[in-house]
């Protein structure tokens, strides 16, 4: 910005410029409506559902390896017990023949655990890939939904893009004339409505945003353009409708 001296009723035309701009701006976001955050809100929920789908794989990976474990855990067993049990047909006293049968129990016993471990883990992982059929196809539907938005999406921005890149040099350019203490002033009011309009005229002797009565005299010294003027309900800066875009009053009073 230079630093020349501009007039209070410069700095409002520079300020409704920017205005008219980014309203143009605002009407094409309106377009766009809420499918920018249906967008990233998709991508998100599919990302978290792509972490789940693998942390249930890997739990699916990590029952199989059990099962395979407690399988040879059991081949082990029988092949011990059919080892006892040819021994046991050689034995030659008691003491002998006891031990050889309490090897047999106990490989026996390691035989049925690893069958009750095996069916537990088998009803486990039958569990899981139902879970995981259910998250696959739940990604497959938003994938889908995704598609279809960004389809939606990317349509409006190639029909908007054009414009909203000149509106946006248009908004660079209004704005480096504008004086940065003014500027933080207009863009801190313009977050706080969801129309946008941080300049609004008077209309029908009343704020142009609040439409709270403007006095006679406070109207007064805004058409004299000396000083900025704000409302005392809103906050918006105000001007006298002779220096606005026509097509401003029609939005506001429409």
Same mark, same amino acid.
């Given at each position: 910005?230079?630093?020349?001296?501009?007039?209070?009723?410069?700095?409002?035309?520079?300020?409704?410029?920017?205005?008219?701009?980014?309203?143009?701006?605002?009407?094409?976001?309106?377009?766009?409506?809420?499918?920018?955050?249906?967008?990233?809100?998709?991508?998100?929920?599919?990302?978290?559902?792509?972490?789940?789908?693998?942390?249930?794989?890997?739990?699916?990976?990590?029952?199989?390896?059990?099962?395979? %474990?407690?399988?040879?855990?059991?081949? $082990?067993?029988? /092949?011990?017990? @059919?080892?006892? &049990?040819? #021994? !046991? %047909?050689?034995?030659?006293?008691?003491? $002998?023949?006891? /031990?050889?049968? @309490?090897?047999? &129990?106990? #490989? !026996?016993?390691?035989?049925?655990?690893?069958?009750?471990?095996?069916?537990?883990?088998?009803?486990?992982?039958?569990?899981?890939?139902?879970?995981?059929?259910?998250?696959?196809?739940?990604?497959?539907?938003?994938?889908?939904?995704?598609?279809?938005?960004?389809?939606?999406?990317?349509?409006?921005?190639?029909?908007?893009?054009?414009?909203?890149?000149?509106?946006?040099?248009?908004?660079?350019?209004?704005?480096?004339?504008?004086?940065?203490?003014?500027?933080?002033?207009?863009?801190?009011?313009?977050?706080?409505?969801?129309?946008?309009?941080?300049?609004?005229?008077?209309?029908?002797?009343?704020?142009?945003?609040?439409?709270?009565?403007?006095?006679?005299?406070?109207?007064?010294?805004?058409?004299?353009?000396?000083?900025?003027?704000?409302?005392?309900?809103?906050?918006?800066?105000?001007?006298?409708?002779?220096?606005?875009?026509?097509?401003?009053?029609?939005?506001?009073?429409?």
């Amino acid at each position: 910005m230079s630093n020349k001296e501009y007039s209070v009723e410069e700095k409002l035309k520079s300020l409704l410029d920017l205005q008219k701009v980014e309203t143009k701006l605002d009407e094409i976001q309106i377009l766009k409506g809420e499918l920018p955050i249906e967008v990233s809100d998709l991508e998100d929920e599919i990302q978290g559902l792509h972490a789940r789908e693998r942390r249930i794989e890997e739990e699916i990976n990590g029952i199989t390896e059990f099962i395979n %474990e407690k399988k040879l855990i059991m081949i $082990e067993s029988d /092949a011990l017990v @059919k080892k006892y &049990e040819k #021994q !046991s %047909e050689n034995v030659k006293n008691n003491r $002998e023949f006891e /031990a050889i049968n @309490k090897e047999i &129990e106990m #490989q !026996s016993l390691e035989l049925k655990l690893a069958e009750k471990h095996i069916k537990d883990a088998n009803e486990e992982m039958g569990d899981k890939v139902r879970v995981l059929e259910i998250a696959k196809k739940n990604i497959a539907t938003k994938e889908v939904n995704l598609k279809h938005k960004k389809s939606e999406l990317d349509k409006i921005i190639s029909e908007t893009i054009k414009e909203e890149t000149q509106y946006r040099k248009e908004s660079d350019k209004a704005k480096s004339k504008v004086d940065p203490r003014l500027l933080a002033s207009y863009e801190r009011i313009r977050k706080n409505y969801r129309n946008g309009l941080s300049v609004v005229p008077i209309v029908r002797d009343a704020c142009g945003g609040c439409f709270n009565a403007i006095p006679p005299q406070r109207q007064s010294e805004i058409r004299q353009r000396k000083k900025i003027i704000v409302c005392e309900n809103c906050g918006r800066i105000l001007v006298d409708e002779e220096i606005v875009d026509p097509a401003l009053v029609e939005q506001i009073t429409k």
